[in-house]
């Protein structure tokens, strides 16, 4: 009897504790976070399944994904905000290559004998945006790291003439330059080259060690495809539109391409290696003549958008823009593993994105939410670059983007990263939201990285329109796991479902990035760009600025 009186006890206590335990796990709170849990599993697990292939741009398993993605918009109640009703933005992809026949680049220089340099041997072509047979031959210019930007101090081609000629160009950036700027004059040298115009672009290593490393994988970079989007009249689009020519010279050719100039390649090597050191320009003494053989090949996929409707009918028409890429990198060529699956890069990006969504339909903000599974992400922006090329509402009518990338998923992360918040009014609600879910706001934690302008909300950016991208931060163990997953997972078939995402930090990431959009989405103006910042000066000349507020 002693036993039975015992296990009753323990039996009563026990359903005791469990009663109490079920009230609390009951809690309406835990019921949302435990039905988003639910949601969010189940997305990244069809997404990143191998059945999907790695959903590569083009390719059966992306067009799956974007099907997949279509239906959950669906359910949600969005109504299609793609072009003419629909809920797909076709975008063509365009694969130029070098053709069988070759290409070859005669450096012929004013005293001297021609030089002729071969395609995968002494250079890499850069093949063009078109197919069809090039020849073209320009006198040459060293203009250094080939940077127009006198607002930021960099003035590379003062007191040069680069007009109907080929600009020889340090690779990069100077020595000791990072950060924000440095990623968009980067990106910029081709565009800064073409507008200057000049007709060609040749890059040079800066380095020793970029020179060798170029020289030893110069064969593999000329099996690369240069990659654009179509535009209605079937021309790959080029934003550095005058460049017929290109290419990137072992070490072997820029030696000899400055022998007999005002300097040798090893002396500016040697300059170019202090920190800041910046190269003054100089004609070279010959000319380049490129005979060029290319191909071209199109691929169609599409961007996959739905609509939240503002309930505000003065804001109505404003648009806040929330973007996750929804591609991968497909299947490897060979190996035991070779699905790409893209786990955390980017079916966690995009689970996130259709949770924060769903927030958003449940008590739908001001203004107008579009909300944009991108295509091509993973071929250089592609689908989000043609979306703000090619916007389906007026451009003018986009007032931010907000967008999420590869979010860190595998720790309970107490900080974010919003790239780009110090550039516009976006920063003081992005911070409000973090803080509301006892969350920091943390600086860039990777500035070499030049994180900016290697995500999708950069093609927005470039339209003028105030961006942000979303990231978990490197506080309480966010840098090892940050670095775990880019030492073993970045880009590898080991970005699966293996993955030990942490399920509680996905929910809460979803819920902040709601709140982020939700609050650009109600706030009394749109956002702007501050006064003197170099991406609103560049993108957005014209637009209204903001005092920048004070640091103090």
Same mark, same amino acid.
């Given at each position: 009897?002693k036993?039975?009186?015992?296990?009753?006890?323990?039996?009563?206590?026990?359903?005791?504790?469990?009663?109490?335990?079920?009230?609390?796990?009951?809690?309406?709170?835990?019921?949302?976070?435990?039905?988003?849990?639910?949601?969010?599993?189940?997305?990244?697990a069809?997404?990143?399944?191998?059945?999907?292939?790695?959903?590569?741009?083009?390719e059966?398993?992306?067009?799956?994904?974007?099907?997949y993605v279509?239906?959950?918009?669906?359910?949600?109640?969005?109504?299609p905000?793609g072009?003419?009703?629909?809920?797909?933005?076709?975008v063509?992809?365009?694969?130029?290559?070098?053709?069988?026949q070759?290409?070859?680049?005669?450096?012929?220089?004013r005293?001297?004998?021609?030089?002729?340099?071969?395609?995968?041997?002494?250079?890499?072509?850069?093949?063009?945006?078109?197919?069809?047979?090039?020849?073209?031959?320009?006198?040459?210019?060293?203009?250094?790291?080939?940077?127009?930007?006198?607002?930021?101090?960099?003035?590379?081609?003062?007191g040069?003439?680069?007009?109907?000629?080929i600009?020889?160009?340090l690779?990069?950036?100077?020595?000791?330059?990072?950060?924000?700027?440095?990623?968009?004059?980067?990106?910029?040298?081709?565009?800064?080259a073409?507008?200057?115009?000049?007709?060609?672009f040749?890059?040079?290593a800066?380095?020793d060690?970029?020179?060798?490393?170029?020289?030893?994988?110069?064969?593999?970079?000329?099996?690369?495809?240069?990659?654009?989007?179509?535009?209605?009249?079937?021309?790959?689009?080029?934003e550095?539109?005058?460049?017929?020519?290109?290419?990137?010279?072992?070490?072997?050719?820029?030696?000899?391409?400055?022998?007999?100039?005002?300097?040798?390649?090893?002396?500016?090597?040697?300059?170019?290696?202090?920190?800041d050191?910046?190269?003054?320009?100089?004609?070279l003494n010959?000319?380049?003549?490129?005979?060029?053989?290319?191909?071209?090949e199109?691929i169609?996929?599409?961007?996959?958008?739905?609509?939240?409707?503002?309930?505000?009918?003065?804001v109505?028409?404003?648009?806040?823009?929330?973007t996750?890429?929804?591609?991968?990198?497909?299947?490897?060529?060979?190996?035991?593993?070779?699905v790409?699956?893209?786990?955390?890069?980017?079916?966690g990006?995009?689970?996130?994105?259709?949770?924060a969504?769903?927030?958003?339909m449940?008590?739908?903000?001001?203004?107008?939410?579009?909300?944009?599974?991108?295509?091509?992400?993973e071929?250089?922006?592609?689908?989000?670059?043609?979306?703000?090329?090619?916007?389906?509402?007026?451009?003018?009518? $986009?007032? &931010?983007? @907000?967008?999420?990338? +590869?979010?860190?998923?595998? !720790? #309970?992360?107490?900080?974010?990263? %919003?790239? =780009?918040?110090?550039?516009?009014?976006?920063?003081?609600?992005v911070?409000?939201?973090?803080?509301?879910?006892g969350?920091?706001?943390?600086?860039?934690?990777?500035?070499?990285?030049?994180?900016?302008t290697?995500?999708?909300?950069?093609?927005? $950016?470039? &339209?003028? @329109?105030?961006?942000? +991208?979303?990231?978990t931060? !490197? #506080?309480?163990?966010?840098?090892? %796991?940050w =670095?775990?997953?880019f030492?073993?997972?970045?880009?590898?078939?080991?970005?699966?479902?293996?993955?030990?995402?942490?399920w509680?930090s996905?929910?809460r990431?979803a819920?902040?990035?709601?709140a982020?959009?939700r609050s650009?989405a109600?706030?009394p103006?749109?956002?702007?760009?501050?006064?003197?910042?170099?991406?609103?000066?560049?993108?957005?000349?014209?637009?209204s600025?903001?005092?920048?507020?004070?640091t103090?």
């Open positions: 009897m036993r039975l009186v015992v296990s009753s006890l323990a039996l009563a206590l026990s359903l005791s504790l469990g009663a109490a335990d079920l009230a609390a796990a009951q809690s309406p709170a835990a019921i949302a976070d435990a039905a988003a849990e639910a949601r969010i599993r189940a997305d990244v069809f997404l990143a399944d191998d059945a999907v292939e790695g959903r590569e741009a083009g059966r398993g992306y067009d799956l994904a974007a099907l279509r239906t959950r918009m669906e359910a949600m109640g969005m109504v905000g072009p003419d009703g629909s809920w797909l933005q076709p063509t992809v365009t694969a130029t290559r070098v053709a069988e070759g290409a070859t680049v005669t450096f012929t220089p005293r001297g004998q021609p030089v002729v340099w071969t395609h995968g041997r002494d250079l890499a072509v850069t093949p063009g945006r078109d197919a069809g047979h090039v020849v073209k031959s320009a006198p040459l210019v060293f203009v250094g790291y080939g940077l127009d930007a006198p607002e930021l101090g960099m003035d590379d081609y003062r040069l003439d680069v007009r109907g000629k600009v020889v160009v690779s990069g950036t100077p020595t000791g330059m990072t950060g924000e700027n440095a990623a968009f004059l980067g990106d910029s040298k081709r565009r800064m073409a507008a200057r115009g000049a007709v060609g040749i890059t040079i800066k380095s060690a970029g020179m060798n490393a170029f020289s030893n994988g110069v064969a593999m970079a000329a099996r690369q495809a240069s990659r654009s989007w179509a535009t209605p009249e079937a021309a790959p689009y080029d550095a539109d005058g460049l017929v020519v290109g290419g990137y010279l072992t070490g072997a050719a820029a030696d000899a391409l400055f022998a007999g100039a005002r300097r040798s390649y090893a002396q500016l090597r040697a300059e170019a290696a202090a920190p050191a910046r190269p003054r320009g100089f004609r010959g000319t380049a003549a490129f005979d060029v053989h290319t191909t071209r199109d169609q996929s599409a961007n996959v958008i739905g609509l939240i409707s503002g309930s505000d009918p003065t109505r028409d404003e648009v806040v823009m929330l996750a890429h929804l591609d991968h990198l497909g299947l490897e060529e060979q190996g035991d593993d070779r790409n699956n893209g786990a955390l890069d980017n079916a990006g995009v689970s996130i994105m259709l949770e969504a769903r927030s958003l449940a008590d739908r903000p001001r203004r107008s939410v579009m909300v944009v599974a991108l295509t091509a992400e071929m250089g922006l592609l689908g989000s670059e043609y979306l703000a090329e090619n916007p389906v509402v007026a451009a003018n009518r $986009v007032v &931010a983007n @907000v967008n999420l990338d +590869m979010p860190i998923l595998t !720790y #309970a992360f107490t900080d974010l990263v %919003a790239f =780009g918040s110090d550039h516009s009014t976006l920063g003081p609600l911070d409000a939201a973090a803080r509301a879910d969350l920091t706001l943390s600086p860039d934690p990777m500035p070499t990285q030049g994180v900016f290697r995500s999708d909300h950069y093609s927005f $950016v470039k &339209a003028g @329109v105030p961006s942000v +991208m979303l990231a931060g !490197y #506080a309480n163990g966010g840098e090892a %796991a =670095g775990q997953f030492q073993n997972g970045y880009h590898r078939p080991a970005d699966d479902l293996r993955m030990p995402f942490m509680e996905a929910v990431f819920r902040v990035n709601g982020i959009a650009i109600d706030a103006e749109r956002p702007r760009w501050y006064a003197g910042d170099v991406f609103g000066n560049q993108f957005a000349p014209d637009a600025k903001a005092p920048r507020p004070s103090e």
